[in-house]
């Protein structure tokens, strides 16, 4: 190699290396990312609303002792968030549209307001109904929506415990048609209680099932029905669907799915209906696309019976009655 050749090699692995170093530099810099701490947002008041970063989150806060969680129902996709490699990545569509309408019939008909919680975000890139590892998947932008998705919620359910003896959260979901192609149009309601427990004989579930498995202890501890009265009695989550002409199951008429596709409720219907530090309960609710959130119209009308059925379930189960409260 001559003199100038070897004086051009030079300059190339100089500016090879120098960009190598760059690019190791930059990968340090997101490895190494830091956010503002959470609750930095804070204090968190009534009828305003909270975004978390980059708007990934919202947050709703309320003044009744009920929190609407949806995790899946969000459509953004920021490139700063790869793709999900393993596990269900299905939106559940309309969710978020579903409880912003029950949200705005809870205060145009009653002056109150649920807290709302809401991951805007593709599943594609969160599962905010997932432990951290699958549903962020190792990405740390990810990872911090997930963080303030469930700080939100903490925060909510603390204030809710604040001023109530306990609370709910409804984990809101939607399922599509079954694998046989078979459009399930019942409300699936999630106890933490598997199809197969669910299929078992009344006087079955109340020797055999303890109200500890489920996420309702708080309500079933402290009431005089049995587990199965409140799984699917009278005074059941889903007794109140059906009177309002919701399908729903467990219920009077559907007390188990015998057999079929049924989803007994989540990660977070464990989280914050299993967790015996607070007095609180949780119930996922799997919603049927067909006149139920697939319109606008058939929103507004399943919120307005919603928000009539919920007042019956919670006064009945906890003697709060949400329209009264101050
Ligand atoms: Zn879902």
Same mark, same amino acid.
């Given at each position: 190699m001559g003199g100038l050749k070897s004086y051009l090699y030079l300059l190339l692995l100089l500016a090879l290396f120098s960009c190598n170093k760059e690019i190791t530099q930059q990968n340090d810099e997101s490895n190494d990312v830091s956010?503002?701490? =959470?609750?930095?947002?804070?204090?968190? *008041? !009534?009828?305003?609303?909270?975004?978390?970063?980059?708007s990934y989150v919202t947050y709703y806060p309320g %003044?009744?002792?009920?929190?609407l969680s949806i995790p899946h129902g969000g459509d953004i996709s920021p490139p700063e968030i790869g793709n999900r490699s393993y596990g269900v990545t299905v939106t559940d569509s309309?969710?978020?549209? *579903?409880?912003?309408?029950?949200?705005n019939y809870f205060y145009s008909n009653y002056n109150i307001r649920p807290y709302v919680i809401i991951n805007n975000l593709k599943r594609t890139k969160l599962d905010a109904n997932r432990e951290i590892i699958e549903a962020a998947q190792g990405n740390v932008f990810a990872e911090r929506a997930f963080d303030e998705f469930h700080f939100y919620i903490n925060s909510a359910r603390e204030e809710i415990l604040s001023k109530y003896s306990t609370g709910f959260l409804f984990d809101i979901h939607g399922h599509g048609a079954n694998p046989d192609g078979f459009y399930d149009i019942r409300t699936w309601i999630? !106890?933490?209680?598997?199809?197969?427990? =669910?299929? $078992?004989?009344? /006087? !079955?579930?109340?020797? $055999?099932? /303890?109200? &500890? @498995?489920?996420?309702?202890? @708080?309500?079933a501890n402290s009431?005089?029905?049995? =587990?199965?009265?409140? *799984?699917?009695g009278p005074n059941s989550l889903g007794s109140f669907f059906e009177n309002n002409l919701y399908t729903a199951l467990p219920s009077p008429n559907s007390p188990s799915p015998e057999g079929m596709k049924y989803f007994s409720g989540g990660y977070n219907t464990f989280l914050y209906g299993k967790d015996?530090?607070? %007095?609180? $309960?949780?119930?996922? =609710?799997?919603?049927?696309?067909? &006149? *139920?959130?697939?319109?606008?119209? /058939?929103? %507004?009308?399943?919120?307005?019976?919603?928000? $009539?059925l919920i007042q019956k379930y919670i006064q009945i189960h906890t003697g709060i009655d949400i329209f009264q409260t101050d």
């Open positions: 956010f503002t701490e =959470l609750g930095s947002d804070a204090p968190y *008041l !009534y009828g305003e609303t909270y975004y978390g970063r980059k %003044n009744i002792p009920l929190i309309n969710t978020i549209e *579903l409880g912003i309408a029950i949200r999630g !106890y933490l209680l598997s199809g197969d427990q =669910l299929d $078992n004989s009344n /006087s !079955y579930i109340d020797q $055999n099932i /303890s109200i &500890d @498995n489920t996420s309702i202890f @708080n309500i009431s005089t029905e049995t =587990l199965s009265e409140i *799984l699917r015996r530090n607070f %007095n609180f $309960n949780a119930i996922q =609710l799997e919603f049927p696309f067909p &006149d *139920l959130r697939d319109t606008q119209q /058939s929103r %507004n009308t399943f919120a307005s019976a919603f928000v $009539n």
